[in-house]
């Protein structure tokens, strides 16, 4: 069975641009959220989705946006990327997307920004 | 923040000793609790859960332990392996929000000695 699946794996932009990131759950998993990862840190929460709506957002300005489509694909968006965006950008899903429940990770799309 | 430290806790094991993680946790309401496992590269992958009512739970070579007294969590790996080289994150869910929303750690690198 195919996992989560993300693309780009890895990309790179300058500051002031735009960056679509995109990600397809497991088979029958309603839920997607999206953590940034740092390096040497530990991933943080950006975006939870659940059937189509927005369930939950963690401290990220509003450059940061996201949707989930009707096949629970989701995207997350960035405008105006700044320096300090460069990260992991990892996707989550989960059956039914209560926070108790296991989150399956993707491996991510790794962002550069110069 | 939410997900602090900037300097990754190193852990060196010999092949075939036990390995213990220790994490302290930050919110006394939270009632989930989960061990992931973040290999070079990749996405965290699950290792084992435990909810607030239970102080320990057991997996396949690994046991977590929750002290919800001093808000403390370990994960024990016994006859550690070559493959259990990583970057270890202890990580709660955020309890004030039905969002799957989930907190981690800084995280511990294990790595192990021939």
């Known amino acids: 069975d195919a996992g989560v699946t993300q693309s780009p794996t890895h990309l790179i932009k300058t500051r002031g641009q735009h960056v679509t990131l995109r990600c397809s759950p497991i088979s029958g998993h309603k839920s997607v959220s999206w953590y940034q990862q740092v390096l040497g840190q530990g991933p943080q929460f950006i975006f939870q989705y659940y059937e189509k709506e927005e369930r939950g957002r963690g401290n990220f300005p509003d450059r940061f946006s996201a949707r989930q489509f009707p096949n629970y694909s989701s995207e997350l968006n960035v405008n105006a990327l700044l320096l300090g965006d460069s990260a992991l950008y990892l996707c989550a899903s989960s059956r039914d997307g209560r926070n108790t429940g296991e989150l399956f990770f993707g491996e991510g799309s790794r962002l550069t920004v110069l | 923040g939410e997900s602090v430290g900037l300097h990754l806790p190193t852990l060196s094991v010999q092949e075939g000793d036990n390995s213990i993680i220790n994490c302290a946790y930050s919110n006394s309401a939270s009632d989930y609790f989960i061990w992931y496992k973040q290999e070079s590269g990749k996405g965290p992958q699950f290792i084992i859960d435990i909810r607030s009512n239970m102080d320990k739970r057991q997996g396949q070579r690994v046991t977590v332990l929750l002290n919800k007294t001093v808000k403390h969590l370990s994960l024990q790996i016994a006859a550690t392996q070559p493959g259990d080289s990583a970057v270890y994150f202890c990580?709660?869910?955020?309890?004030?929000?039905?969002?799957?929303?989930?907190?981690f750690g800084s995280g511990t690198r294990l790595s192990i000695r021939p």
């Open positions: 990580a709660e869910n955020f309890p004030y929000s039905s969002a799957s929303k989930i907190i």
